[in-house]
């Protein structure tokens, strides 16, 4: 029927009405779209834990998915989804574009940055140990294959939104081997692209600088080792109005999966008191990456048309509208 089918795993807590809003105003647009909805509940198989079959096939069909929050368990023993389909389906660059919502009034109206994060190593590789009872060892594991491959897309990603800069955001005065290897690999890979402007800076200035006046990170891409995009990704966000506005894309080699970096918010769940917002905007990343180009534009003007008026917002933006009611004004301007 000429349209794509994408893997839509909804997830915990506001996932489902937050979906329900993504489904609905793509249906407003006409957007070539089907839904396959799956279910990731982790099943026990063999005395593991895994993602059930369905959910992994339907992803490696489609090649594409739309993922709402999924809790992260805490503890020993448990791991967390997010990171295991991150692993599963090797997606080794997490695209975090953190831009300013006109009408939307924070201390900062002229952020305008992306930050890409190696997305399946550093210090989230899992591999910890008791040494002795009191003492553990975290390792960091950094590999010049990860780190070119994430950073080749930061220099590709680059030229493709056009942004003159990429800048590597790093703490190799102290990480010397580990940070310096992806430093390092930085240099080089930046050698391949001549159009592209290069530099580097530390995480610690970076925090600062940014915080302080965001308007020079305007042309730049930031690419930083995994840990630090989590962390920089989530202070971004907090400049132009939280989680709740920005998206985030996984991108790998074959799949790619959009998601909001917010959680899964139980305390609010089924209240219809969620904002859409973040996983609207990742699904306009999900469209510009599959070539839908101009429906992801229309969505995404009426969604920044109805922030803009200020009118019919939700309660964490300030306003009084519920998330089917905010959902019903962006498809008034459709
Ligand atoms: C994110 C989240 C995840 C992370 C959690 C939920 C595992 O904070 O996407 O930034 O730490 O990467
Ligand atoms: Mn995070």
């Known amino acids: 029927n000429g349209n794509y089918t ?8 506001i996932g489902p009405e937050i979906s329900q809003s993504v489904k609905d105003i793509f249906k407003a647009a006409q957007a070539p779209i089907e839904w396959e909805p799956v279910d990731v509940t982790p099943q026990l198989k063999d005395g593991k834990t895994v993602i059930p079959d369905e959910a992994i096939e339907s992803v490696k069909r489609n090649l594409i998915a ?18 295991t389909l991150r692993r599963t389906f090797n997606l080794f660059a997490n695209v975090r574009p ?12 002229n952020v305008d940055t992306v930050l890409i994060r190696e997305n399946t190593e550093g210090e989230y590789s899992g ?9 553990v060892q975290s390792i960091k ?9 994430v950073l080749r897309y930061a220099f590709q990603y680059a030229e493709q939104v056009g942004k003159q800069k990429v800048r590597v955001v790093h703490k190799a005065t102290i990480m010397k081997m580990s940070d310096g290897l992806f430093l390092g690999t930085a240099r080089k890979v930046a050698q391949e692209f001549p159009g592209i402007e290069f530099d580097a800076e530390l995480l610690d200035n970076a925090c600062l600088k940014i915080t302080t006046d965001p308007a020079p990170y305007a042309d730049k891409v930031l690419v930083m080792p995994n840990l ?33 970096v917010h959680g899964s918010a139980p305390d609010i769940a089924g209240k ?4 859409p917002t973040a996983l609207l905007l990742s699904s306009i990343m999900m469209l510009r990456y599959m070539g839908l180009g101009s429906h992801a534009s229309k969505i995404e ?17 300030g306003g009084k509208a519920s998330t089917s009611e905010y959902a019903d004004a962006i498809i008034t301007r459709l």
């Open 6 to 13: 994408v893997t839509l795993i909804e997830g915990d807590g």
């Open 98 to 109: 953190c831009k300013s919502i006109q009408g939307y009034k924070t201390p900062y109206d």
């Open 272 to 275: 219809g008191l969620a904002n």
């Open 141 to 149: 594991l950094i590999t010049r294959r990860a780190s070119e491959r």
């Open 66 to 83: 739309l993922k709402g929050p999924l809790a992260t368990p805490i503890g020993k023993g448990h791991v967390s989804l997010n990171l």
């Open 228 to 260: 630090y995009g989590d962390i920089l990704s989530d202070m971004c966000a907090g400049l132009i109005g939280g989680l709740g506005l920005t998206p985030s894309a996984n991108i790998g080699e074959e799949v790619a999966i959009m998601e909001a």
């Open 127 to 135: 591999i910890e140990h008791v040494v002795v009872p009191g003492v």
């Open 301 to 317: 003007k009426a969604i920044f048309d109805t922030l803009a008026e200020g009118k019919t917002i939700t309660r964490d933006l």
